[in-house]
């Protein structure tokens, strides 16, 4: 069908073809705009009034293109004149982006720095959770995720971490209407939990058009407190522009494999202690790998009292994981004319992760559509509904559930396939698996016999008018919601430790917050050379949390489990509401296009605090110089502008916060209700608004024609007055005090190069962005009573995270190995490394990055083009408990040194027939280090040369300071590859297709740099604000596979 | 168009209407109360008193029940306890649960009560409770935030400063003394009690026989002050039967994390479960052989032997008793791992309704008894028995008891083995107490050691009573055997106290450090001894 008539345009002579390229901004002509034959080396520029003319074959495809703008494609017929409208490529230069309250401005305008990313660059390799894809791709955003993978959440912070009690995380703004990005449950802290996800996890990255990130306090200033950690703007994608009807088919299917792995882990003994083989007094020491040497001929007992060969299985841990896979489909259906325009569009995700029985379902749904009213009156409106189910979510950190902490310290000889059968007896009963460590459960058990569902059902939407009373002054009025039902159960059948009647967890959330906004637009030339924008306007904020919650304990008939099915049952109710009423305004004032002012304000009105208290105003400025129009016209410096801005947020806190307040259990006993006070944190009554002051200063420069351009920030933010829950000792009665507090500033750099080093008019083009994010943080000050903010804790395993006077956000703080003054350990008389007391906390680490770096590249030829980014994270430690274990139960490499010695010195004692107290060893694990062989005042230190047996030198080590584990996270992560290619369109010229584009795309494919044994550096267990604990977790994984876009 | 324009203009005007005047109703969560009774507050710290798994396993077994030599062969008890190896983890649990539980709350009940004629026995029972939940603390930690503590909101005091347990235990006599008296049948009633069901009577006598507890701590380092409390709490009104014990009632009730209504001390036992096959814990031979010795029926109440089966359902200690003779066969070394208790004994044969089963040396070993571990056993807070032995101590020194050295010590004796049936054990017969009572008179000479190993027997489930009483008197003399002195931290000896928690050195520092810098060279050590453990 198509060759022949190709070949008959073949036969047919060139012809002349004329037209004029205008810009879609502005409706100017665009001068210097390429048009080249495709495949040919023939082609011309277009002229001073973007006129031009080429000489082509009917069937020969023109290429239009100029920097800035994205290029177009347009098959030639028997017509001669083609005019081509070119619209900006939101990542590039002189491009209108979207501000705070959604209004549109010139890039060149803006007196603080704003990131723009396109709907490509988040849904060609996409992830579950589109987040996450932002990862490495803008300057000054800090994306990390947790070890739950991607039925998780992720934490994002934007020019570092500026408050103690918040989240630090942005406010995430979806076409105009603010979006609830909460966490649907606690999230897993040092005793365990789960990751329930966060809101913005559930977007369809193809319904993405565009995504705006408002870093400073100046981009956001408009959108208030919440918006005091920056602002991540989101535009779906709309009918506009699509003439006539639109279909768009998307489909991506992708691998998801392990890609950590056990790196650090002894082959050489077997389960056991004391380096004796396991009996069947000692089957259950699973986890435990001080026995004998490995003897594949020798038969052990396991816990099920099987006989298995002691020798070493391959892959014995990571087996347990499955290859996952994601699939996402998405059809949409778009069309509009001069007056309407409507999208539609239904997607459909199906993940299976690499925890076995995990899984997630996501449906999403959304119509876009505007409609013009005669002249004046444009109505629009938005529905997003979500329907997302998430089947067993992993347990995290100390949860007896997780298998990541289960599976970490099977002994080599063991292969974890033989905690699948027989893990219940015929009975039905748990079968201890581990020498009665019931915080451990057997990982078949969680996964198989353990069940956890949550299903969401999300609505977000907008309803919007927009009257023009002239071409100069225009209403917008909107109401936008977002409202989420999200029901979670947790199912634990009778027989699970620390659940052994069966228990039923049940949790109902509904969160909803509205906004209703009225806008009043002014946009008028006041003079040739002189522009006024103003804008005010108003906002009622309403936000509404309810959740009732149910525990039923001792199920009655096995097989179901509804709530009712228990015996005993628990229920529990909690609420929550806030309002915030808000007005606020803008002026903007541009002179020849080369000065530009902005100056804004807002003024909250905030339920949470008291009258009094509760109203608070903020401002703030802005302004850039585009000074390249100053300068003589000349190519190397195609453009250059200065910013400045200055900016002063107010902050509101949670509700509650004011009074003490009593409640009841949520059970009683033998009938008598339970009372107590439920406040944890004492209250405040005179809290004060939170504030925060920064400025910024900037640069763009294009250099070249726009060939390389630079984008260049320096910023500087204070918060003051902040209300936290400072942790204080329960010895006052409670954990925490409501106060205004502290101090804490960040400063630093944000860089971003952009190049295009070759740009051919053969179609070979390679694109090289690069970015770069340092961030200095300091708390400055805290409480006169108190020093120190505990932003999470692992006290068990003797570490907390905290915000402490005088260094970064985010230290890890714990006991130190004692040291002498050269730095060696020291060793008590029984060989045992000593830690300082425990009144000397140390600071051993920071758990947020130094700096961060993203490093992409683009070549693209014809229709193809591969891109790598590689994305870099710098200067943070992790406790990585998970590598404490492994030196604890002998899975560590290092815990092979001095076994045989120390083994061979019992034998040679029990022969003898002495006490261990009188007995020297003649061999074992010496601790690298010293022993003071003088007294406390005046000591002597000699190398210490004490035998003693691994198990209790690397035993005790974790008891006494976690200094030995703690190790760098800094890593390099090969984060996204695509390959793709768009099949030429004169292939399938007579067809319906208007394009089609065939990609491979990969995700997290390698880690090219790690200093972590074990486990992947990204591997947080929550996002919240303590970062830098890793606790058993579950292994990364890498993605790969194809996406397919077809449009008709 | 009128009509839009209309229509815009009406909703710019009902925005404008809508205020913040509801703001502070709205501020206020709904689902919480800002004035609750008391009483209702009652019930739940008498709750958490008794059935918390956490402080019952780290305080009441790890360290001071292992020492105690009641019970061991739990992994932690042994590895932490018995080797005597420090936990911070484990030192702080008391400490860091009840300051934030108890301690709040019994604060505010006091605070909210205090000057209201119309809540003075509330008030009364809260400084009781409150004098109960303190005398623990510092009997574990020694110097303590006491007067400021639990004041954070009320004061404003978030760094409470450490108060010498000498003033502490001052204070402690005057609040007994003052709830005592104020305590009034005609007045307020109280309504949500699990103790004494609002027995107005009943609470003047468990608070009198606190006062004579706490009297008795400081025979060692102020024998002038322990007896005129002493005799003071006598003179007004201690218990004088089972009855009038602080008993503390619970139910069977799944674990889950906290205090849900099951005893703590029976989730420690049973390793958190309901329906476990064994307890993780055996009878220590120390506390086997001094029952056998007195011929104790209490034996084979607190201790029995089960096959390991779902719910510990067979009973098997009399066929094992038959097979080996003797019951310090049926009990493991102190200190000792229960994995390692195969290579103290061979296993056995016996005959269960038909069946061979053999038995290895774990499970012909005692186990807590079903009657004493069973989730809903109630807590015994204080005894009938209790007050009868400090009684016998204060006849023997004596001071004024009304009777006899002799006649407490036999009243305790038969008092102690009748308190069984509280946890639903059967009644054992009148005669064989009686030949208990009688075969055990106190011996010229022995008496404090007689009178001291009685209470040690009496606190067989609150190691911490024991381990506070073996501090101040010395008995039972108890051998710690320093297992592994590769890793031991207690200089092989049994410590005097719990080292101070971690969070109050980061986030009460110089309060904390003041404390420390009374200690013997200034040093937070668990060996230091409290005040009234004089040397």
């Not at chain 1, 013009?372 to 997003?384: F, H, P």
């Amino acid at each position: 069908m198509l060759l022949p008539m190709q070949l008959a345009w073949a036969q047919d002579s060139p012809i002349t073809i004329s037209g004029k390229i205008t810009s879609a901004d502005d409706n100017q002509p665009l001068p210097g705009a390429s048009i080249v034959i495709k495949g040919t080396i023939s082609g011309t520029v277009s002229d001073a009034e973007g006129k031009y003319s080429i000489k082509a074959e009917p069937g020969s495809v023109l290429v239009f293109s100029f920097v800035g703008m994205d290029s177009q494609e347009i098959l030639t017929g028997t017509q001669t004149t083609i005019d081509v409208v070119m619209i900006s490529n939101a990542t590039n230069l002189g491009e209108v982006i979207i501000t705070a309250l959604g209004i549109e401005r010139n890039k060149r305008e803006i007196g603080y720095s704003v990131s723009e990313l396109s709907g490509d660059q988040v849904s060609t390799a996409q992830e579950v959770n589109v987040i996450n894809s932002l990862s490495g791709k803008v300057a000054g955003v800090d994306i990390s995720t947790t070890t739950a993978g991607p039925t998780g959440s992720s934490r994002v912070v934007i020019r570092g971490n500026s408050s103690l009690a918040g989240n630090n995380q942005p406010l995430y703004i979806i076409d105009g209407v603010p979006m609830d990005n909460s966490d649907m449950g606690e999230g897993a802290g040092m005793w365990g939990g789960y990751d329930m996800g966060n809101g913005a996890a559930n977007l369809n990255p193809n319904d993405i058009e565009s995504i705006s990130v408002l870093k400073g306090a100046s981009a956001s200033a408009l959108y208030g407190a919440r918006a005091s950690h920056g602002v991540i703007m989101i535009t779906t994608k709309s009918g506009k522009g699509q003439k006539g009807l639109g279909v768009e088919f998307t489909s991506n299917y992708t691998v998801e494999k392990v890609l950590s792995k056990f790196d650090d882990y002894q082959t050489t003994y077997g389960m056991g202690r004391d380096g004796e083989l396991p009996t069947i007094d000692n089957a259950e020491t699973t986890q435990v790998a001080w026995g004998a040497k490995l003897d594949p001929s020798i038969s052990v007992p396991i816990y099920n009292g099987e006989l298995k060969p002691f020798g070493v299985v391959n892959d014995n841990i990571l087996s347990f994981f499955r290859p996952g896979s994601t699939a996402t489909n998405t059809l949409s259906l778009s069309g509009g004319s001069d007056k309407a325009s409507v999208r539609v569009s239904l997607s459909d995700l199906r993940n299976k992760d690499i925890v076995p029985n995990t899984g997630l379902q996501r449906n999403t749904f959304l119509i876009n559509t505007s409609v013009t009213l005669g002249e004046k009156l444009t109505i629009s409106g938005k529905a997003n509904y979500i329907n997302e189910r998430v089947n067993n979510r992993p347990a995290l950190s100390d949860n007896p559930n997780n298998v990541g902490l289960a599976l970490l310290g099977i002994a080599p000889n063991f292969d974890q396939q033989w905690l699948s059968k027989g893990y219940k007896d015929k009975t039905g009963n748990y079968v201890d698996w581990n020498g009665g460590n019931i915080y451990r459960i057997n990982p078949y058990w969680s996964i198989n016999e353990i069940e956890n569902e949550s299903l969401k059902h999300r609505l977000m939407g907008y309803l919007q008018l927009n009257y023009d009373f002239t071409d100069w002054l225009s209403l917008q009025l909107r109401g936008g919601t977002d409202y989420t039902n999200f029901r979670y159960t947790n199912f634990s059948p009778r027989g699970t430790p620390t659940r052994d009647t069966g228990s039923l967890d049940e949790i109902i959330n509904t969160v909803s917050e509205n906004n209703y906004e009225a806008l009043l637009r002014f946009n008028r030339k006041l003079a040739d050379d002189l522009t006024l924008n103003v804008y005010t306007g108003g906002n009622i904020m309403y936000y509404r949390r309810e959740q009732f919650s149910n525990t039923g304990l001792d199920i009655v008939l096995e097989d179901i489990h509804p709530i009712t099915n228990f015996t005993r049952q628990r229920s529990g109710y909690a609420f929550y509401e806030k309002q915030i009423n808000s007005l606020y305004g803008s002026a903007q004032l541009g002179y020849k296009d080369t000065y530009y002012l902005e100056g804004t304000f807002r003024n909250d009105w905030s339920s949470t605090l008291r009258k009094g208290m509760n109203s608070y105003f903020y401002p703030s400025v802005s302004g850039s110089l585009v000074f390249s129009n100053l300068l003589p016209d000349q190519r190397f410096l195609s453009f250059g502008k200065l910013r400045a801005s200055w900016a002063e947020v107010g902050g509101d806190t949670d509700p509650y916060q004011l009074n003490l307040t009593y409640g009841l259990l949520d059970f009683s006993l033998l009938d008598k209700p339970l009372g107590q006070i439920s406040n944890t944190s004492i209250p405040n009554r005179d809290l004060k608004p939170t504030q925060t002051y920064s400025y910024e200063l900037g640069t763009e420069l294009h250099f070249l024609d726009g060939r390389i351009r630079i984008d260049a920030t320096y910023y500087n933010s204070r918060t003051v007055d902040q209300i936290l829950a400072l942790k204080i000792p329960s010895t006052s009665g409670y954990n925490a005090a409501i106060i205004n507090a502290g101090e804490i500033t960040n400063k630093g750099v944000e860089l971003s190069l952009s190049a295009t080093p070759v740009s051919t008019s053969y179609d070979l083009k390679w694109d090289v962005m690069v970015n770069y994010t340092r961030n200095i943080n300091e708390v400055k000050e805290l409480h006169e009573q108190v020093k120190t903010y505990e932003l999470s804790a692992a006290r068990w395993a003797g570490a907390v995270i905290q915000a402490k006077e005088g260094n970064a956000y985010g230290v890890i703080v714990g006991r130190k190995l004692k040291r002498d003054d050269e730095g060696n350990i020291i060793h008590n008389a029984a060989g045992l490394p000593m830690a300082t007391g425990a009144e000397d906390q140390a600071v051993l680490g920071n758990g947020v990055h130094k700096w961060m770096m993203g490093i992409s590249n683009t070549i693209s030829y014809k229709g193809f083009s591969l891109s790598a980014l590689v994305d870099i994270k710098v200067g943070a430690d992790i406790y990585s408990m998970s590598n404490a274990l492994a030196h604890q139960n002998g899975t560590a490499e290092a815990t092979l040194e001095g076994r045989e010695a120390w083994y061979a010195s019992e034998e040679a004692r029990l022969a003898a027939g002495v006490s261990e107290e009188s007995w020297i060893p003649t061999g074992g694990y010496i601790g690298k280090g010293v022993v003071n062989t003088g007294t406390s005042d005046e000591p002597v230190y000699v190398e210490n040369t004490k035998p003693v047996n691994p198990q209790d030198y690397w035993g005790s080590l974790l008891e006494n300071s976690p200094e030995p584990f703690i190790y760098d996270a800094s890593y390099a992560k090969l984060r996204e590859v695509t390959l793709s290619y768009n099949i030429p369109s004169k292939v399938f010229t007579s067809t319906p297709f208007q394009s089609i584009s065939v990609s491979f795309v990969a995700r997290n494919l390698f880690l090219l740099y790690s200093n972590i044994p074990n486990v992947d550096p990204e591997s947080g267990y929550n996002n919240g604000n303590g970062q830098g604990f890793e606790y058993g977790s579950i292994p990364s994984r890498r993605s790969y596979g194809l996406s397919l876009n077809v449009k008709f | 168009m009128k009509k839009i324009l209309y229509i815009i203009f009406t909703m710019l005007f009902s925005l404008a209407l809508i205020r913040c005047d509801h703001f502070e109703e709205m501020n206020q969560d709904p689902t919480k109360s800002t004035d609750m009774d008391p009483n209702l507050m009652l019930s739940n710290i008498q709750l958490q008193l008794s059935g918390g798994q956490f402080e019952q396993l780290r305080n009441g077994f790890i360290y001071s029940g292992e020492w105690m030599q009641h019970w061991t062969g739990e992994y932690s008890t042994t590895e932490f306890g018995g080797k005597g190896v420090r936990s911070d983890q484990y030192m702080s649990a008391l400490w860091i649960s009840q300051y934030p539980r108890e301690v709040k709350n019994v604060v505010d009940m006091v605070e909210r009560t205090k000057d209201d004629p119309t809540q003075s026995n509330i008030n009364a029972v809260s400084r009781i409770m409150k004098v109960y939940i303190f005398s623990r603390l510092t009997d574990l930690y020694g110097d303590i935030p006491y007067f400021g503590a639990g004041k954070g909101y009320y004061d404003r005091v978030f760094t409470p400063a450490y108060d010498r347990q000498e003033d502490i235990y001052n204070d402690f006599f005057i609040e007994l003394d003052a709830a005592v008296k104020a305590l009034d049948p005609s007045k307020d009633v109280i309504t949500e009690d699990f103790y004494y069901n609002g027995d107005i009577a009943r609470w003047k006598k468990f608070g009198n026989s606190l006062r004579l507890r706490l009297a008795m701590r400081l025979t060692k380092v102020n024998i002038n002050k322990a007896q005129t409390e002493a005799e003071a709490a006598i003179a007004l009104g201690v218990m004088q039967s089972n009855a009038d014990m602080a008993v503390m009632k619970h139910i069977n009730v799944a674990w889950e994390g906290g205090t849900f209504g099951g005893n703590g001390t029976s989730y420690a036992f049973m390793n958190t479960s309901t329906t476990a096959d064994e307890s993780v814990f055996r009878m220590c031979s120390t506390f086997a052989d001094y029952m056998i010795d007195t011929g104790d029926p209490r034996l084979t109440i607190f201790g029995r032997s089960y096959l390991k089966e779902s719910n510990r359902p067979t009973d098997v200690t009399d066929l094992v008793y038959d097979e080996l003779g003797s019951y310090h066969e049926m009990a493991l070394p102190p200190s000792t791992f229960s994995w390692e208790a195969s290579q103290l004994g061979t296993p056995i044969i016996i005959d269960v309704n038909g069946e061979t089963v053999e038995l290895t040396k774990l499970y012909q070993c005692l186990q807590p008894s079903r009657y004493i571990a069973a989730i809903d056993a109630p807590y015994i807070m204080m005894s009938y028995a209790e007050v009868e032995l400090w009684m016998a101590e204060a006849a023997f020194r004596s001071w004024t008891t009304g009777r006899t050295a002799q006649e407490h010590f036999s009243t305790a004796l038969q008092a102690g083995v009748n308190q069984m049936s509280t946890y639903g054990a059967p009644d054992v017969s009148a005669s064989v107490v009686t030949d208990f009572v009688n075969d055990n008179p106190l011996v010229n000479g022995q008496e404090l050691e007689q009178i001291n190993t009685q209470l040690w027997i009496n606190f067989a489930l609150n190691g911490q009573e024991a381990y506070a009483n073996w501090r101040r008197s010395g008995f039972p003399a108890i051998v710690y055997p320093n297992r592994d002195p590769g890793v031991n931290q207690s200089n092989g000896q049994i410590p005097r106290r719990m080292q101070y928690p971690q969070e109050e050195l980061d986030y009460n520092t110089a309060s904390v450090n003041e404390a420390i810098q009374r200690m013997p060279e200034a040093t937070d050590s668990w060996l230091n001894r409290v005040w009234w453990d004089a040397e």
